[in-house]
């Protein structure tokens, strides 16, 4: 082969061309590759030269890999050699010279990446071979800065067409990469070279560097990543040149670190795609780790935001549309981060950013282009890694990743700063302090974080939890110089309204701190305990963080202290009227005394005190009484989940997997539990009235007297509509006939309120029967509203459903129909449609269950393979199935759970529907097909 090679080469070096005719130039055609402006007769020859030449590489590069035979010295000599010859070889003024000298640069890229897989050792015994007066040659520098010189010369000397000049752009970074990665090569095994040189020089680096800012603008997209690599590699080479003379400093000024970071950014948005390999090397070669320790490129200073602080910003807010933006992003950062937490100070906001970050939109194809392209997986390999790499690589392809990175980051700097000196952690300690007082006052003053009134499931909540899960995660940095600041906030968000899924993080939170600074328990807590004005929301989740410093303290004496302080204004709330409470109370004392009877050191005699009674008394009661222990059925081993040392850290918080919950991870309160217990309990008593009303009602209260007259009552009863009041008749004869009544006057009256309570009775039962033949009357059409998250048009689609009589509405929260908007819509139409919660992450489940039910499942979507409306034949038993707005169906559903997907034809310029107005038109359509079914039938 490498015989073949050398014969086939000599086309490269042709220099009589001047008989040889160009092709004719292609019209009528854009965009595609580039063709070779060749003659036809060496055509042939060139591609032939250029096949064995990768063949060789490609031979070199895997023997390299897999075996050290040195039977491939002399390939590895012919290649070296060939480098040679290209790259001194002189360009013809001619442009098929030019383009022969184009394919030579072609073939050498395939050279220079085979050469740069050898062993330093093969390098060694090459150089060894070769006489004294040929080392020179064999020099990198001089083959760097020889190859620039002639490369860009072909390049300005105008004889290649433009389209031409950018494919040799691409060879020539390709080619600089492979050159530079040679060096990197040699200098990871720098401890067997035999001189202490480097292999390129400071003033070569500078003109590869400046070359490279000059040329990022106009770079080509198949250029990106090979000249995000090469300053990958300049980077490290000057630091590696500047640490070995012993000098401090970087050896690249910060105007023209600014100049490289713009001229990148312009680069990276002139891509068409956000692939990860670019992305990754774009990430890897500005926030370089010889540049990233320098505090002056993240200072803010009169002339604006440093180098790094700019493209940092710059990257996070481009970020907001690419999820992989801003997850390859947090890799890189909080690697970098881990390693040199002093500069955590200069990103405040961007970690809060980050912390908060959540996307809508899932990318399909991340995991995909990682397993199956080796550039993407090389790429984010040369990034920095994260600080917890098993934690967080199960959230690498979700939405979380952003902010499980942070918290990983954070949790590993405290572990650093107990294991090291507090000198030499001091900057981390205080950037941790800094962010969590800074996520603390977001909770409380940021517009959204603070709000009281909001949906479940909406953005405000997810950001609200997100917040204090991250602030569980930081509460290892609070230390006595911010505790009073840090437990003022958290009881000013105690105190607001929040729902179960926050209101569990803040109690986390206060616990921990708690148990951190114990005497600070008391001297805050019992005040609020006393405090009878007090919220009863705030005080559940008081008494929760009490019971917990109680049952967690570590030391005996602080843990008895606790008991007698903290528990007897507890007792106090077992008698609240607030049932939550109460029942919360019995919950909580009831684990108390369970687990630490043994030490409330009640004194024990003959003659017990009234104190010690009553204390056996009400843990007997609370142990026995079956209420109670069906409440503690219900909730069993749920309290003891809570473990201190595990629910302030990345694993304790990020417990749920996205499998397993659709929402941030959060499992499902105590208090919650609770309160969902209690409502079952309440609509188990609400059926076992309404069964006992009805045996009562069976038994005949009807007067026999009037058992003539009952049928009569029930025709008329249709048309009921006297007003019942018990007292008016009583008062009307108390004024006509005096003071006192005789004993006929009574008779009469009991007479008329029986006649009034029978005549009421008939009318309510005909209220049931009528109601009862509606709902029996409805269409076999559910409509899944659970994506649609727009008030009006909920409300809209309420009554849409009630007019046309569906057979049931599903929405994501049924608290939506206690809004004032949406009941000034609907008309009250949410009182006769039947509705059910079907909350966004179980519409798959949900649209599943109905099509073991004998539903069709009908998706209100256009998609490729979607049906016209006018043409399709609704089944009796339909569910429509209703997207987002603007962004319409998930991808998921419609590939697991939906049967058929239906669109409606557009005629305008807009050609986008209100959602509620396309269900209106679709629940019309089935309606009238199946009134149209039912005509032809009866016929």
Known sequence: MVAFSKQSCSVFWLKNTDNMDLPCSIKGRLGGPSQRRLATSITSSVLQCIWSMRCVSSVVSWCNHYTSDVSFHSAFSFLWEFCWEVIQHCTYATEIGAELHLAAYEALAYVLAALSTAPFSQFLDFMETKQTNQTIILSLDLLATTFLGNINNLLTNGVLTRSRRAVLMCWKWLCVDSLLSISSCCDENESQMKTSGSFYSDSTLQSIFIDIIESLENAGENSVVSILRCVRSVLGLIHLNRSRQNLSSLGISYEMMMQ??????????????????????????????????????????????GPLKWFVETLLNEGSKSPRTIRLAALHLSGLWLMYPQTLRFYMEELKLLALYGSVAFDEDFEAELSENHEARFEVSMLAQSPDCEFTEVFINTELYARVSVAALFHQLWKQIKEKSKLETEEALQCGKLFLLKLLDSAVNDNDLSKELYKKYSSVHRRKVRVWQMICVLSHYVEEDIVEEVTSTVHTCLYRNNLPAVRQYLETFAILIYLKFPTLAEAQLVPIFHDHGMRQQALSSYVFIAANVILHSGELVVQRNHLNQLLPPIISFLTSHHHSLRSFTQLLVHTVFSKLWHILQLESSENPSIERRCFQDLKKYLAENTDCARLRVSIEGFLDVFDPDISGTPPGIFTARIESSGFECVPVSVLERVNNFLNDVREELRHSMIKDSATIKNEGLAVSKHEEGTEEKIVASQDFQKKIIPHRDSEQAASSNGAVMGNNDI?????????????????????????????????????????????????????????????????????????????????????????????????????????????????????ANSVALDEFVFPAKTVVVLGREKEGIPVDIIQEAVDVCVEIPQLGVVRSLNVHVSAAIAIWDYTRQQRSRSSSSSR
């Open 260 to 305: 490289l970071v713009k001229s990148s950014w312009l680069l990276h948005l002139s891509c068409n795609k956000r692939r990860v390999a670019p992305i990754a090397a774009l990430l890897s070669a500005i926030l370089h780790p010889s540049i990233f320790p320098n505090l002056e490129m993240h200072q803010t200073n009169e002339k604006g935001p």
């Open 747 to 863: 008779s009469r009256l009991l007479f008329e309120m029986e006649e009034d309570d029978d005549t009421f009775n008939l009318a309510v039962e005909s209220r049931k029967e009528a109601a009862e033949t509606v709902r029996q009357s409805r269409q076999d059409l559910i409509v899944v509203a659970s994506l649609v998250e727009r008030i009006p048009n909920l409300a809209g689609l309420t009554r849409t459903c009630e007019i046309f009589r569906a057979g049931g509405l599903a929405v994501g929260d049924m608290g939506v129909v206690q809004d004032k908007q949406f009941r000034l819509i609907s008309v009250t139409a949410e009182k006769w449609v039947p509705m059910v919660e079907v909350p966004a992450e179980s519409v798959r489940a949900f649209l599943q269950r109905k099509r073991a039910e004998g539903y069709t499942v009908v998706g209100l979507e256009q998609t």
